[in-house]
Every structure is written in C-alpha cells, then in structure tokens.
C-alpha cells in the first residue's frame, strides 16, 4: 500500500507565500505524476498542478506566476509554493500521486488525506 501525507497548511493573510509538501511512503517502485489538487468551500476538485518524473509541469486554471511545483524523487516528496495568496486560495489541498510498486504492476492513483489552507486577514 501507498500512502501520500500532506504538510504544511494553516491560516496565512493575504499576499503571503506558504510551502505545501507531500510525502509519499509505502511499497514503492516508481512515482510517474505527482501533483496538487485543491477544493475550495462550495467548488469542485480541481487540479494546481502536476510534475512527470521527466520534469513536465502542467498547470490547471491558476495563475501560473503565483504557483510553483518542484518535486525530489530521492525523498518521494512534491512540494507546492503559492505566493502573494488570495483569499480564493482558500481550499483544502490534496496531493496526489500515480504509484507503481513493482516493476510488473501497472501505476495505481492514490490521494492524500488534504491539508487545509485558509487565507484570511
């Protein structure tokens, strides 16, 4: 089994940065994509962003300027930076990551658990 943990959330006032990170731990092989997803109070899911093993980044409907991923394989872990937050930040962010724990198995999905952040003043 895999499980991803996510750190990192709190309360931030406006226009302030925070670091999310994730870790992944379990029976693990390879991380294929690993990523951040957020849901704000009343919306849908929806994807921040997302890292290949390879390095490519795609974005979801963000502000590209304001989010940054950067992921370490060597720790299994994904980390997000948002800076200058807004209040429509405001969302329980979940880490999420496709998991091969054997070089004969395909990649399952899995989710974290999410970690709120509220920005607020």
């Known amino acids: 089994q895999v499980q991803l943990v996510e750190s990192g959330g709190g309360l931030r006032q406006p226009g302030g940065s925070l670091r999310l990170s994730c870790v992944a731990s379990?029976?693990?092989?390879?991380?294929?994509?690993m990523g951040w997803f957020r849901q704000g109070p009343g919306k849908e899911r929806e994807l921040v962003a997302s890292t290949t093993n390879l390095g490519t980044v795609q974005f979801g409907a963000v502000e590209k300027g304001r989010f940054f991923i950067s992921r370490d394989d060597t720790k299994n872990t994904v980390h997000l930076q948002i800076h200058e937050l807004k209040p429509e930040d405001t969302a329980v962010y979940y880490c999420n990551a496709d998991v091969s724990q054997s070089r004969y198995k395909d990649s399952l999905n899995y989710w974290g658990r999410g970690t709120q952040v509220t920005v607020s003043s």
């Open positions: 379990g029976t693990i092989f390879a991380i294929w994509n």
